[in-house]
């Protein structure tokens, strides 16, 4: 069970990281998965190709919420494409296509777990599937 | 007296959880390397051997299809068909067996009452009445149909425990009520309602009634007579039946004034191109090759059900309820949702600082399977302000066994999250 609950996924839990909207968000985007009820917000400061700042806010299972908390931590301050790159890393880690790289994964290794609970999945992937949409410019992102 | 005690106690010792649980073949299996504690039956139930070898033997010795040939086999698939139609029948005390249709389950009943019955009669303005307890196939039909008949659908709210307040059921009446559909046990919060007194009051404004009996078949007699509902509707699932059959009860007069439903094989007398006839009741409402194994299995499962006895379930149910209650309230942080004064079956529940999906997959992890989410009941769940519950469904194969095991599982979830 610790392989799932890592203790850096219950630190995130606990405490979220930028959970609270930045001032001078000019993204925005929903994160609903109707499935569990996960439901977050989130939003992106983008400064040209640059995410400036994050922040998110909303309610759901460990496994979301730390997943956000813990993506935030890793995009901030990096370009769109950066972003989008580790989005294509987490989605092969979680959905366990690609054993991860420990030092290309970093944070994102705490949630190699998840490929072993199907069902769980999409609870680790929600923020950022919403955080894609977002550089899209996209309203509303489901998992379902 | 003393020999009436005596009986009665005898009664309820002569059901043995441990005995019944050997007829369940899934129940001795493992999950996780972990034996299988079950406690998902408001969602499902498991199936006896009787259910299930019956219907094996009905696909391997009586498969034909029914009301058509001449043939031998297709009188027998009609005639253990239409016996099953009698034992649903017997089960909820109905006058006659043509006032049991075959459906899909619950939800495809309460869609057949709301166009053939409800369709006709409701106008702009006027009102379907439910309650704020309602399983989402008990609200969508209904929120549909008013939507398009430009009609109000209307909630009687519950209280802080999760039963109706008769009060408010009392003024929401109005003689613009064309139905007043409710559950008789809540799927999300386990309320049994007092049905016989609420058809009462609904008769009394001259407002028809659709009982949901979809979680009180499997746990309480039903004598759908007595209680004088127009319309009940369960699902064969929930009754250790096989899934995709259910019946829908209406009463004679009811249901003859119904236009049809869907249309098809089965449901006509004659079609010609000028003009077709429909069928009589029951059949009139039964398009199609129905599923026939289904029925079946589900004239099987009653008859099981009927040997135990749902006075025993009754019985020994609200004692494992009563421990179970006992028990979980011992667990620091958890929270009971729905504590109404007469319950079946469920305990829904939140942890303090734990997700119920994180709770779910943790259990699992202990060989429990217990439902996680908004049960179909999102509105339930926003009256309680919790996204989402743990559900621990009983069942009479249940034991405290079960119950210690859920308990020592939610104790491992606080171990985690501590």
């Given amino acids: 069970m610790r392989d799932l609950y890592q203790e850096i996924i219950l630190d995130h839990n606990r405490n979220p990281r930028n959970y609270k909207k930045p001032g001078d968000a000019n993204r925005e985007a929903e994160g609903y998965n109707p499935l569990c009820g996960d439901h977050y917000k989130l939003w992106l400061t983008l400064d040209g190709e640059s995410i400036r700042d994050f922040g998110f806010d909303g309610s759901g299972c460990a496994i979301s919420k730390a997943s956000a908390s813990v993506m935030g931590t890793l995009i901030k301050g990096k370009s769109a494409d950066e972003a989008r790159a580790m989005y294509e890393t987490f989605r092969k880690l979680v959905t366990g296509e690609q054993k991860p790289d420990i030092e290309e994964a970093g944070k994102m290794a705490a949630f190699g777990g998840v490929s072993d609970f199907p069902v769980r999945v999409k609870c680790a992937i929600l923020a950022w599937h919403a955080m894609k949409g977002a550089l899209e410019g996209a309203d509303t992102v489901s998992t379902e | 007296m003393t020999s009436a005690l005596a009986t009665a106690r005898m009664t309820a010792s002569s059901f043995d959880p441990k005995r019944v649980r050997a007829d ?12 299988l504690v079950y406690l998902d039956n408001a969602a499902t139930t498991q199936k006896p051997s009787a ?9 391997t010795t009586e498969n034909s299809n029914v009301h058509r040939g001449v043939h031998l086999l297709s009188e027998t698939a ?4 239409e016996e099953a139609r009698m034992k649903v029948k017997s089960f909820i005390g109905a006058a006659e067996a043509a006032e049991i249709i075959f459906t899909r ?6 869609n057949l009452v709301a166009s053939s019955f409800v369709a006709p009669r409701l106008h702009e303005g006027d009102e379907v009445l439910i309650t704020a307890m309602e399983h989402h196939s008990n609200i969508v039909p209904w929120q549909l149909l008013c939507e398009a008949k430009g009609a109000h659908l209307r909630v009687v709210p519950i209280d802080d425990r999760g039963d109706v307040i008769l009060e408010e ?15 008789h046990v809540s799927n999300a919060l386990g309320t049994v309602n007092p049905v016989e007194r609420m058809i009462a009051m609904a008769h009394g404004r001259g407002v028809p009634v659709l009982v949901d009996g979809a979680q009180a078949v499997p746990h309480i007699p039903v004598d759908v007579r007595a209680l004088d509902a127009d319309f009940y509707v369960f699902s064969g699932h929930k009754l250790f039946g096989p899934t995709g059959i259910g019946a829908l009860y209406g009463k004679r007069s009811l249901l003859e004034a119904m ?21 009589q009741i029951p059949y009139r409402f039964e398009a199609g090759t129905p599923n026939i194994a289904g029925a079946i299995g589900l004239g099987a499962a009653i008859d099981y059900v009927g ?4 006075r025993n379930i009754a019985a020994y149910e609200d004692e494992l309820l009563a421990y179970g209650t006992e028990k979980l309230a011992a667990i620091p942080g958890l929270r009971m949702i729905g504590t109404a004064v007469k319950k079946a079956s469920v305990l829904s529940f939140t942890l303090e600082g734990v997700h119920p999906h994180d709770i779910g997959t943790i259990v699992d992890q202990e060989g429990v399977a ?6 179909c009941a999102q509105p339930v769940m926003e009256r309680f302000c919790v996204p989402a519950t743990a559900r621990a469904s009983l069942a009479f194969y249940n034991t405290r066994e079960d119950i210690d095991a859920l308990g020592a599982a939610l104790n491992k979830v606080i171990e985690v999250f501590r």
């Fill in chain 2, 169 to 183: 059921l009392e003024t929401m009446l109005t003689d613009r009520t064309r139905i007043f559909a409710f559950s």
């Fill in chain 2, 105 to 110: 389950g619950t939800t495809e009943g309460i």
């Fill in chain 2, 51 to 59: 259910v299930i070898e019956r219907i094996v033997d009905y696909y």
């Fill in chain 2, 259 to 279: 236009p049809p439903w869907q249309g098809g094989g089965d449901m006509i007398l004659s079609v010609t191109w000028a003009k077709t006839t429909f069928n």
């Fill in chain 2, 78 to 81: 009609t005639a253990s068909f």
């Fill in chain 2, 370 to 375: 217990i439902r996680t989410g908004h049960h």
């Fill in chain 2, 24 to 35: 369940f073949p899934i129940l001795s299996t493992t999950v996780h390397n972990q034996p």
């Fill in chain 2, 307 to 310: 040997k135990v006895g749902l």
